[in-house]
């Protein structure tokens, strides 16, 4: 906690919650807005801290629903405190880590564990999420209850989809019982097994196992049909195919509770991106059609995807460097995730209100975090950044212990100047 | 008890209220309107504490159980016995069942010896009322599969009568596995009928879908659910049944849907706990609490057990006179 209040002036506020974007001032008392002011603030007296945004976006800081860590089991990869220090550096204030750790978040003592280590890391706010089943075997139901109780957000298999159609129905209804999400891959098992690519052209032409990005669609609609029925909250873990969207919509007309996530990775590059086999490409589920990621785009526009994480997945070059077939899954993208959507909002005119509101607003409703909003009382977790400043990713320049980002070499536009959680000044790039 | 009947003048009584059952079967405690379960109760409570009568004498009471329930059977078989009638015990162990015999087959072979009253216990919804079509004597279900189990709705009833005076108005709380209880199908039924209001509290997947439209209100958790409840029945859960299908883990079980004192203060002043048995203490209930005199009626609903049965097959045996 400061004691000195704190006032951020001279900023362009972009508020998702209010819907304002335009010039103002944020007071923070304790740790917490105390005060937003739009339009011209007043000169603020002696006894504050000012520091003065120049022009610069004050935001919500993000909210970033899909990070894995190592921790606890393989803390090469990263640990929750590298983890935090690159959040910090991406204007990440708040995130989840995944259960499929070793050993799995599939019980209350772990999540108890995870979150008092969390306790002691100031640069981000830490939240676990459960397994859905024992040891993330998609048979026997982990103590959703017991662990919600401990504090995890939501629950989820993480990259692995529950093959048993009665275990997922049986899941979606007990969880249900304590309004908990289940977050859940869409992929039907069979026809994504061993692939490291959506079939198609490019594919064939490089020779690489592949799924139909049909497979993403068939899996979705068998997972929409148990959230209908049951009544029980889904949240589609990674929508990356066209087809698969028209079925998110077609569910959300319906009245399904379903809300959606989209990883940035998706949004940004497309299967041509793998290239010359650069597995720092190869992600899960696999890049898609130029088509996919439009229509991507265009979903994230409409609200039909609620959520954009960063899916942060870190493999360190071992995992890596090695035949495309082979090579580990999953990008860090914890420092990217914010210029990364700045650049979309250049590139393809998303409004800047709407692609926060994927980052900040809306995930914080969806875990039910006070923050995420520049509101009077919600926590001071806020970012200062130049968005119209170009940067040009180095991957080993990244904070996080892992390097492997497919934006390696990309230029995108939109640097973070400042991150604040609860009123103390985490990251600063001055 | 003020006093046990048994006098000459209080067997007279019981004889002229006996009545004859509505239908020459006891499968579903559907079967009774309002009158008759409320008549079915009044005799039942002239009964409890009854050690002999002679109202079924020279019939035969025949418990067929396919599957094993010592308290069901042996509070029927008192029931019988302290009435008069002859009562033989089959259990599917020593029935030509285990050697392959079809449930009909068996029925068809039973009904040759000519029993007055058949008293059936089986695992399969429907089986009771498949073996009354074909069998001249009155078929009692006594609990088939997930299906119903009508003389425990009965003796519920009637324990709840007995402590409140009356059942209309009541909020009676059934909690637990729901989906799996002939138990709770039964009571639903029962006390709709007797003007109960009826809630069913349970995890999502131990509460049927369409519950809600058998006449009772469904909660998700225990403090809604047992809010200024009067009557909080607990259900047996089969401990198969916590390994991760349907419920995580017995500790979480009780955590949030098993019966201690702190859920239980949420319930009405005055309430009651009753339980079906047999019970998993320290899974669905607490022993401190089931073993309170104060609070559970635990204990009275198997007494009850034996005056409700000793009822239900004099009412029968009414109706096959007749």
Known sequence: MSARPLALTNARLVDPASGYDGPGALLVRDGLIAEV????????????????????????????????????????????????????AGGVTSFVVQPDTDPVVDDPSVADFILRRARDIGQARIYPAGAVTKRLGGEQMAEIGLM???????????????????????????????????????????????????????????????????????GLERDLALAEITGGRLLVDQVSTGGALQALERAKKRGVAVAATASINHLSFNELDIGDYRTFAKLDPPLRAEADRQALIDGLASGLVDIVVSAHAPAPAEDKRRPFEEAAPGAVGLEIL?????????????????????????????????????TKGAPADLVVCDIGAPLQIDADKLVSRSKNSPFDGRRLQGVVRRTLVGGQTVYSAD | M????????????????????????????????????????????????????????????????????????????????RLGADVINMSARDSSMAKGETLIDTAVTLNAMRPDLLVVRH?????????????????????????????????????????????????????????????ARSNVALLNTLGANVRLVGPPTLIPSGAE??????????????????????????????????????????????????????????????????????VEIDSDLADDPTVSLIRDQVEMGVAVRMAVLACLAARLEA
């Open chain 1, 37 to 88: 002011s739009q339009g011209a603030a007043a000169a603020p007296s002696a006894d504050i801290e000012v520091i003065d945004c120049q022009g610069a976006m004050l935001a919500p800081g993000l909210i970033d629903l899909r990070v894995k860590t190592g921790e606890p089991g393989s803390e090469t990869k990263e640990t929750l405190q590298s983890a935090a220090r690159a959040a910090a």
């Open chain 1, 148 to 218: 919600r109780e401990a504090g995890c957000v939501y629950f989820t298999d993480v990259d692995r989809p529950i093959v048993d159609s009665r275990v997922l129905m049986r899941a979606l209804q007990y969880a249900s019982g304590f309004g908990a999400w289940i977050a859940h891959r869409p992929a039907d098992p069979w026809l994504t097994k061993g692939a490291a690519a959506t079939g198609g052209e490019f594919a064939a032409r490089l020779g690489l196992p592949a799924s139909p990005s049909a497979a993403e669609w068939i």
């Open chain 1, 338 to 374: 914010l210029s990364a959507l700045l650049t979309l909002h250049h590139q393809d005119g998303l409004p800047l209100l709407d692609l926060l509101r994927a980052v900040t607003l809306a995930p914080a409703r969806l875990i039910g975090l006070e923050a995420g909003r520049l």
């Open chain 2, 2 to 81: 003020a006093k046990i009947p048994g006098s000459a003048s209080d067997l007279d009584d019981l004889r002229g209220r006996i009545f004859p059952f509505p239908h020459r079967h006891f499968l579903s405690a559907a079967d009774l309107n309002t009158a008759q379960a409320t008549a079915l109760l009044d005799l039942a409570d002239g009964f409890v504490g009854l050690k002999t009568g002679d109202f079924l004498a020279g019939r035969t009471l025949m418990n067929l159980f396919f599957e094993n329930s010592t308290r069901t059977q042996a509070s029927f078989e008192l029931a019988g016995k």
């Open chain 2, 123 to 183: 695992a399969a919804s429907g089986a009771a009322a498949l073996l009354s079509q074909k069998v001249g004597c009155s078929v009692i279900n006594a609990g088939d599969g997930r299906h119903e189990h009508p003389t425990q709705a009965v003796l519920d009833a009637l324990s709840i009568r007995r402590a409140f005076g009356r059942v209309a108005g009541l909020t009676v709380a059934i909690c637990g596995d729901v989906q799996h209880s002939r138990v």
């Open chain 2, 213 to 282: 439209r058998w006449g009772a209100e469904v909660h998700y958790d225990m403090a809604s659910g047992l809010a200024g409840a009067d009557v909080v029945m607990m259900l047996r859960l089969q401990l198969e049944r916590m390994t991760g299908a349907l419920v995580p883990s017995a500790r979480e079980y009780f955590r949030f849907h098993g019966l201690d004192r702190e859920k239980f203060a949420v319930a009405a002043p005055g309430a009651k706990l009753m339980h079906p048995g047999p019970m998993n203490r320290g």
